[in-house]
């Protein structure tokens, strides 16, 4: 019979993003945040932390405005970095350019800094603890929101005095946060379509789901307000995020669950599109 659950090693892909000034756009992402440029025409650009892999693609719109606050669309996207020492490399990054973070936070699964880009798109730069270390609650992982010990994290650089070079080349996008519009719409569409499972729900305005135990895949908050309506198509912001399956067998069968349910699905050059129910684009794909 047929599992209704996500291959456990299913991991996201790259993040797809509207933005404003390409230029602009490329010398924070390279510059500030330290990946790579993969490739770039006239009005794209995809970067990359290892110098193959695309994490990031960039769609130049001259003149979108940011994201309203009251719509759904993207709230982070994340950077996992593989360790705290690579952690600790981009925070002092951060601090010798003097650019401004929007907050920090032990999420007893991980720890994190976060930062907009000149769009206003959100960014986590984080690492996690061993698995192992997770603290649970029954069946759910335990998160929290204390405070980021930042002197513990740059310790790690006390032997380090080797000049910035980038991100580590081992990053990967970790997660990804939405906005969406309504939670229960949207656990039908993450849990019960595509088969993520469900690791934590925080109140009654976030959920986090994942593939394979991992803490969180996919947030999903409607922090932007319930019924909260898609973002105007000149705005910068998300076009789409990749979820990316081990296998052809492993995207076949989410595929045809999709398909099964009625759920409109276009087959473009980087995967399967659909549209949750909030309207954020997502691309099944596979690396095989």
Known sequence: ????????????????LTVADLDRSARFYTDVIGFRTLRRDAASLVLT??????LLALYESPGARPKPRRATGLYHFAILTPDRRALARSLRRLAELRYPITGASDHLVSEAIYLDDPDGNGIEIYRDRPRDAWPRHGAEVRMAVDPLDFDGVLAELRDDDQPWDGLDPRTCIGHVHLHVA?????YAFYCDLLGFELMQRFGDSALFVSAGGYHHHLGLNTWAGVGAPPPPPDAAGLRFYEIKLPDQAALDQVVSRVQAAGVPLEQTTHGWLLRDPSQNGVVLTTDH
């Open 49 to 54: 932390a290892d110098g193959a892999t695309p």
């Open 1 to 16: 019979m047929e599992s209704l659950t996500i291959h456990p090693a299913t991991a996201l892909g790259a993040v797809h």
């Open 182 to 186: 309504d939670l229960r719409a949207a």
